[in-house]
């Protein structure tokens, strides 16, 4: 079952009872998103060059495409850029376009984004969609495990649901698996931050940060591959 919740920064997530668990945090879904994954993330890449972005092209993989809000957000960032947003979701259980749409996400978004994100979504499940004119979003219908590319990403984002719920995707066989698909210099950061959760990462070549978390954490994990 599942069921639309108000965060404490005043936007939704989706409480799903199975797992036990919202797809963001409640203590802000919008807040969280832009913090661990766009600020983070995506715009901590780009710090080291910072400045006129035009024509730059920019590859992320996420883990638990979840409602689309993390895509939805960096997609916004990169068209006020002029960044070519090349991105792939992994997710097992895709949502209903119908219930994404009663997140009320839209009313961050740009109507061009939006529109066409809930438009093309269905077809993302199946193959590569441009969304507006600057990017591309494929959505692999499959558990992270099953997920196979040639591909490697500058940025991953890895938002699993947390361990409690799901311990099986926080393994060191799921962290291997995943940080494989991470470009040297690439980026990997995830809301979560525990000793396992680092060394796991650590020993596959990355250097680990402990960063600022978003409300509710004091930290979180950032890390760049280094081989």
């Not at 730059?56 to 409602?67: K, N, P």
Request: with cysteine; charged share 20%.
């Amino acid at each position: 079952m599942l069921e639309i919740v108000k965060t404490a920064d005043g936007s939704n997530t989706i409480y799903n009872a199975e797992v036990g668990e919202n797809y963001h945090s409640k203590h802000g879904a919008l807040q969280e998103s832009q913090h661990v994954f766009v600020n983070s993330g995506l715009k901590y890449f780009f710090s080291p060059t910072w400045g006129d972005l035009e024509g730059a092209c920019i590859s992320v993989l996420e883990v638990g495409f979840g409602t689309g809000l993390n895509f939805l957000l960096s997609a916004e960032f990169c068209v006020e850029k002029g960044i070519e947003l090349n991105y792939t979701g992994i997710e097992a259980y895709p949502l209903a376009p119908e219930m994404i749409s009663q997140t009320g996400y839209d009313q961050y978004l740009q109507p061009e984004t939006w529109n066409s994100f809930i438009e093309k979504y269905p077809d993302s499940l199946k193959a590569a969609i441009s969304i507006g004119t600057q990017c591309i979003l494929q959505i692999a219908h499959c558990k992270l495990q099953d997920f196979e590319s040639a591909k490697q990403y500058d940025i991953i984002y890895f938002d699993a649901f947390a361990a409690m719920y799901q311990p099986e995707m926080w393994n060191e066989i799921a962290i291997a698996h995943t940080i494989q698909f991470l470009k040297p210099g690439g980026v990997f950061v995830t809301y979560a931050i525990t000793g396992n959760l680092k060394r796991a990462v650590k020993a596959l070549g990355c250097k680990v940060e402990k960063a600022p978390g978003a409300p509710g954490k004091r930290e979180m994990l950032r890390a760049v591959k280094m081989v």
